[in-house]
C-alpha cells in the first residue's frame, strides 16, 4: 500500500468506546458508564466526564477536553452520538490488493429523564451505506432489591459487548473479508434488526450481576416471543491493583441454543479478556464454536499496545473448515472524544486447498460526544 493511502486512512472514524475492558479495570459493572445498563451506547455523567475526559486520553492534552459537556441539553434531556467510518487494505483475489473505505456508523442517542426512577432511550443511525438502524426502549430502575426492568427494541445482555463487530463472537467476516466458509462469526453482527425484548436485571450479594430476557426472534427475524437470554456476571477487586470479571451466557430460540463463558483479569497496566461460545444449530445440525483473546498493555495514559486471537469452528464435527486469526494494534487517545485504531490482522484458514491471504490493515478513528 502507498505511504499516502497508508496516512490517509487516519482520518476515518470509529464506533463508540463500549469496551468491556475498561470495565475490568475498574472491577465495576458496565452500568458505572452507560445508559444503559448492560453496557454500550450513550455515556452518563461517570463515563462522560470522569472516564472520558480524564482516565482515557493522553495527559498532555487533558486540558484540551470541554468540561462543560456532559449531554444534556435540558434538565431531562440528554443526547450523544458515535460516528464511525472505516478503511481497510485486503485481499479481493488471491493476487489483487484493494484498498476501501465505507462508511460504518452514523448513530445519535437520546435519552429522556421522566424521573429519578425512569427513562426512555432512543437510536437513529445509519449502517453500512443506507440501511436505517433504530433502537428505542423505556427503563424502570431503583426497583426492589435495586433492579431494573427495561422494555423495547434492543439486543439482549449475552457475552462481552467488545467494540469490533468483526470478531468471531461478535459477528465476524462480512462482504470484503469473507473467507469462503459457511458461516464465518456468530450471531451479532453489525446488521442484526435489535428485538422486541422484555428484560429484568437484578444486582444481586456482591459484584454479581443477573439479567434475563424474554424477546423476538434474532436467528429467524420473528415477531414470536421465543428468544430466551440470560446472563450472570461477576465483577470485582482484589486490591487496587488487581480486579476481575467472570461471566456466563445462555441464549435459546427454537432448536437454535448458545452457551458462552466470558470474563477478564486486569493487573497493573495489563488486561486480559477472554470469550468462549458455543452454539448449536447456528449452521443447521452442527455444533460451532467462537473464541476470543485480547491482551492490552497501557504503555502510558492514552496510548494502548494490544494483542488478539479469534477462532472460529462453524462444524466442529468436520477435520477441516476453521479460521484462526491474529490481531496486533495500538489504540490512541488523544482527546477525550477521540480514538485512533491502528491494527494489522493475520487469518490462516484450515481448510483443504485454501490459500493463506496476506495480512489486512485496518485503521479506525472514534469520535463520539
Known amino acids: 500500500m502507498q505511504i499516502w493511502n497508508f496516512f490517509s486512512l487516519l482520518f476515518i472514524l470509529n464506533l463508540s468506546f463500549a469496551l468491556p ?12 458508564c452507560h445508559v444503559n445498563p448492560t453496557g454500550s451506547g ?4 461517570y463515563g462522560t466526564n470522569v472516564v472520558a475526559l480524564e482516565e482515557l486520553p493522553l495527559e498532555r492534552w487533558l486540558d484540551k477536553g470541554n468540561e462543560d459537556w456532559d449531554g444534556y441539553i435540558s434538565d431531562h434531556l440528554q ?27 452514523a448513530d445519535i442517542y437520546s435519552y429522556l429523564k421522566l424521573n429519578n426512577n425512569a427513562g426512555i432511550f432512543t437510536k437513529i443511525g445509519v449502517r453500512g451505506s443506507s440501511s436505517l438502524s ?22 439482549p445482555n449475552y457475552g462481552l459487548r467488545v467494540d469490533d463487530h468483526t470478531s468471531f463472537i461478535r459477528g465476524g467476516n462480512f462482504s470484503r ?11 451479532f453482527g453489525p446488521y442484526l434488526n435489535p428485538p422486541s ?5 437484578v444486582p444481586m450479594f456482591g459484584g454479581l450481576q443477573w439479567t434475563s430476557s424474554i424477546g423476538t426472534g434474532i436467528v429467524k427475524s420473528n415477531e414470536e416471543l421465543n428468544n430466551l437470554t440470560t446472563q450472570f456476571n461477576y465483577t470485582g477487586n482484589i ?34 479478556t ?33 494483542g488478539k486471537y479469534d477462532y472460529f469452528d462453524p462444524k466442529t464435527d468436520w477435520q477441516t473448515g476453521s479460521i484462526s486469526r491474529y490481531t496486533f494494534g495500538a489504540e490512541i487517545y488523544p482527546l477525550n472524544i477521540m480514538e485512533i485504531k491502528l491494527q494489522l490482522r493475520m487469518n490462516q484458514i484450515d481448510l483443504e486447498n485454501a490459500v493463506t491471504p496476506d495480512p489486512e490493515y485496518l485503521i479506525q478513528t472514534h469520535f463520539w460526544f
Not at 136 to 155: C, E, M, V
Not at 197 to 201: A, P, R, V
Not at 285 to 302: P, R
Open 239 to 272: 486490591n487496587d491493583n488487581i480486579s476481575y470479571m467472570g461471566g456466563f451466557s445462555y441464549m435459546q430460540e427454537n432448536n437454535f441454543s448458545m452457551l458462552g463463558i466470558s470474563g477478564g483479569l486486569s493487573f497493573g497496566d495489563f488486561t486480559y
Open 42 to 45: 450513550l455515556r452518563n455523567d
Open 274 to 306: 477472554f470469550e468462549a461460545d458455543q452454539a448449536e444449530n447456528w449452521i443447521e445440525g452442527n455444533t460451532s464454536l467462537a473464541l476470543y483473546d485480547e491482551i492490552v498493555w497501557e504503555i502510558i495514559q492514552g496510548i494502548h499496545l494490544m
Open 21 to 32: 475492558r475498561f470495565a475490568i479495570q475498574n472491577g465495576a459493572s458496565c452500568i458505572a
Open 197 to 201: 425484548i422484555l428484560e429484568l436485571g
Open 79 to 105: 443526547i450523544g452520538g458515535d460516528f464511525r467510518l472505516q478503511g481497510v487494505q485486503y485481499n479481493e483475489t488471491d493476487s489483487t490488493r484493494k484498498s476501501a473505505f465505507f462508511p460504518m456508523q
Open 177 to 187: 473479508t469473507l473467507l469462503d466458509l459457511d458461516k464465518e462469526g456468530l450471531i
Open 134 to 155: 433504530t433502537e428505542y426502549w423505556a427503563l424502570l430502575s431503583n426497583l426492589p432489591q435495586n433492579a431494573w426492568l427495561r422494555i423495547g427494541r434492543t439486543l
